[in-house]
């Protein structure tokens, strides 16, 4: 075969190719995007941590964070990834005397400010199943912003 016998078909080939790359590398993926963030808002963006309007992470993923006015995570995931952001009530209630030394905020609004963000994976019908977990991005920045005086500078400003 003759590369001149090739030259007709060179151009429909070559156009197809085009079309087939801008199709599936740029219109699919951003119908995909658009689809998805519909149905799960922030989800497309990594589910962003909001600190004062600025993002300070991601609350699919735990926060290394080494300060002993907040919750850590990393010692005790429940995952075995090691960055889950969550862990069970005991590893948080374990932490609170460490919180409050170093914040000045008493223990027991800390126990309580624990009990209001204990949460559950369960569903409607299998709720006695799951375990109990403690969202600790979620638990530190509320704490950030009930105590202002507490957590200066802990927010991009």
């Known amino acids: 075969m003759k590369v001149q016998d090739l030259r007709p078909h060179l151009r429909p ?9 801008v199709l599936l590398m740029a219109a699919y993926p ?24 600025h993002a300070v992470g991601s609350s699919l993923s735990g926060q290394n964070v080494s300060s002993p006015k907040l919750f850590h995570v990393r ?36 126990d309580y400010l624990l009990q ?19 969202d600790v991005n979620a638990l530190n920045l509320e704490l950030i912003e009930l105590y202002p005086s507490v957590y200066v500078g802990f927010c991009p400003t």
Not at 116 to 121: E, L, R, S, Y
């Open 30 to 53: 951003a119908v995909l995007t658009g689809i998805d963030e519909s149905l799960n808002p922030g989800a497309a963006a990594g589910n962003p941590l909001m600190c004062d309007g």
């Open 13 to 21: 080939i070559l156009s197809l190719l085009a079309v087939l790359v």
């Open 116 to 134: 209001q963000n204990i949460n559950t994976n369960a569903d409607a019908n299998l709720g006695f199943l799951a375990p109990e977990y403690v």
């Open 75 to 110: 010692n005790a995931s429940t995952s075995a990834s090691g960055i889950d952001p969550d862990i069970t009530p005991a590893d948080a209630y374990s932490q609170v005397p460490t919180v409050a030394n170093a914040t000045g905020i008493p223990t027991s609004s800390l």
